[in-house]
């Protein structure tokens, strides 16, 4: 069985350490705790974890975050992922920082990459996986704040937060959407 995990961020060594990369970090971090390695692909860094007879496809967009969807519709269409196997990793300012939530569905709110993705999948009925970054910013500094480094306490607890979205991710695959939603979402 194979699943898709589109984690979203923005390339480049100034967007490295942003929140609005955790979808980048978290698939980092899954690549170093499985020792798998992304290679430079066609729209994305591309790996394959194989877990629990699982074929599980981490991609990074190289598309940059506000057209992400043609990357995840690449891949999707090159792999024969049915919607269902999609997880789209991405951070959300609406959740307190390190706070996961998973869904089956619902609507981009304003986020950038889940705008493109909407375009290229038709509809809002995919998985994704938000990580909370907060909202510590004043009036019109959205984009500062998301393009802007974490915080030094934030960086301490990013190894927790990260590996539980890991954990998620591969819940999904194995265990199925609803099985990880009861389990992990609080």
């Known amino acids: 069985m194979k699943f898709l ?25 899954l690549a170093d705790l499985h020792k798998i390695d992304f290679s430079l692909e066609r729209h994305a860094y591309y790996t394959l974890l194989k877990y629990k007879g ?17 990357a995840v519709a690449y891949w999707m269409q090159e792999l024969s992922v049915p919607k269902e196997n999609v997880l789209v990793v991405m951070d959300d300012i609406a959740l ?38 907060g909202s510590e910013f004043g009036k019109g500094q959205q984009v500062d704040y998301v393009l802007g480094n974490f915080s030094k306490n934030e960086i301490d607890a990013l190894p927790m937060h990260m590996d539980k979205a890991g954990e998620m991710i591969v819940s999904f695959c194995t265990a199925g959407l609803a099985n990880t939603m009861t389990k992990y979402n609080s």
């Open 96 to 133: 307190p920082f390190g706070t996961l939530r998973m869904r089956g569905k619902g609507s981009s709110a304003g986020h950038n990459g889940l705008k493109s993705i909407e375009q290229f999948l038709n509809g809002q009925d995919y998985a994704r996986l938000r990580f909370g970054i």
């Open 54 to 70: 699982k074929s599980i496809h981490i991609i990074k967009p190289t598309t940059y975050m506000n057209a992400s969807g043609k």
């Open 5 to 29: 995990i589109a984690c979203l961020g923005n390339i480049g060594p100034e967007y490295e350490l942003t929140r609005h990369n955790i979808g980048f970090l978290i698939a980092d971090r």
